[in-house]
């Protein structure tokens, strides 16, 4: 979403006053907003420090809310890594950079879960970006084979197979 | 080096041999991969792209020191004319995407253009393996081969939960596409393809026409392919998939038999007439051309028509779409030109098969 004002920058401060009942709605990017806060900031100071005011509606100063007014604002939330913000991904349907997965990672997990039904990788697992989790499978097919030996009580053939377990939970540092 | 994938209209995939070849055209694997040190290819500056570009062509370089993916040719999509990027298009070789902006981009392509490697479209790499009839289990296992060899190059996006990160959520996890091309005439005919089709839906698969995005099949070509990337292995999905064509098999050929039961003469009618329009036509478009082109291949598979190969059938719908023409000709021709080109190719094609002597 884009800031109404300007039309360009993305809109990181939502803005709902009720007047008489009646309801409007603005949605600015920051710049704006700070051009646009005495207009919004009626009832209050108009001195007030607009960075004070919307500390105010995070909840770090919960007397400078007015009660008709229910204003919420939402962070400019940047990947760290390509500076790309949720609502830049929102508009075209794709990341910027793959550390945004892990950056918007409580926006990621439902997301996935409406686009995918699913939300946890069970296919293949490259060698070298893989990291320790094809050893830790290796280890889980492994247990299976074990507990096949102890079953069929082929002790020999288990313990075998439980000192290779040692051994690779010995390199994943357990 | 690139002028042969140009020239010849004949890619691997229409070779018209594989599996149930008589009605699933071609297999596709498609793995959709990233590094980890650079944005995805939409944020990208011009020189971070070019970069991407070297890095895997790097990566390619060093695999052919080591005697590796020797068949591999890299294509500088700069060098080649508009026209000459649209051929690779109609070969299935690019993304239309992928052939507009060429900036920043490239293209890795083997000799038999069963694999093809797009640098910098929506991931900094798409693998993609195509082969003829229902080989789903081959293509996968050449694709994870090309995969692997990258990988053993260059650093991929991937995380333990999340499995392969891409640029569009909906290729997350196995940055895996697999999809079948099948030719589906008797459904089509007895009226059952779109119900059939639309079930198919439901059961997470996405199908398409065969040229482009559209619903609109011409010369009743689809494409059906995994909906869902995360979750699932790439071997479920494939024989999620497998189990699916199989079932369209069985359907097209239960149709197949009940239109040569019931309506046998019509059948032959419409095959017979459609074939006698290809071999006399002086102009034709390409829709026209598509659907009978459908019925022949109908009629061929049926036994009606001896004369006429799958694999030419299969060549054709390449040769006859326009920026085939258009390369035949060499220069700019008008609509009307190209259908009387198209005619003649077709006529040519068809008159002179080896089958015929
Ligand atoms: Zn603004
Ligand atoms: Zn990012």
Known sequence: ?174 | MYESFVNKALSKWMEGTGDEGDIVISSRIRLARNLSTLPFPHLLNSTDAKKVVTMIHDALQSLQAQEEEKDLVFINLLELQPMERAILVDKHLISPQHADEVAGRGLIVSLDESVSILINEEDHLRIQCLYPGLELEKVWNQASKVDDLFESQLDFAFDEKLGYLTACPTNVGTGMRASVMMHLPALVMTNQASRVLASLTQLGMTVRGLFGEGTEATGNLFQISNQVTLGRSEEEIISNLLVVAKQLIDQERMARHLLLKETKKQLEDQVWRAYGILTHARVISSQEAMSLLSKVRLGTDMGMIKTVSPQTLNEMLVLTRPAFLQKVKGKDISAFERDAQRATIIREKLLTEPLNQ
């Open chain 1, 1 to 174: 979403m884009y800031c109404d004002e300007c039309k360009k920058k993305p809109a990181t401060v939502h803005l709902t006053k009720i007047i008489n009942g009646e309801k409007s709605e603005v949605h600015l990017c920051e710049s704006c907003a700070q051009n646009h806060h005495k207009e919004w900031t009626f009832g209050l100071d108009e001195n007030f420090p607009l960075n004070k005011f919307l500390a105010g509606l995070l909840g770090y100063d919960p007397q400078s809310t007015q009660p008709s007014m229910n204003l919420s604002f939402s962070l400019p939330e940047k990947c760290e890594n390509c500076g790309f913000n949720y609502n830049q991904m929102s508009q075209i349907g794709r990341f910027g950079c793959n550390e945004c997965y892990e950056h918007f990672k409580e926006k990621v997990g439902p997301l996935l879960r409406r686009v995918q039904g699913a939300n946890r990788h069970t296919g293949k697992v490259p060698h070298r970006s893989g990291g320790t989790i094809r050893l830790e499978r290796e280890i889980q097919s492994l247990r299976q084979t074990l507990q096949e030996y102890v079953s069929r009580e082929e002790f020999e053939e288990a313990a075998r197979i439980r000192d290779r377990i040692r051994e690779m939970e010995k390199k994943l540092g357990h």
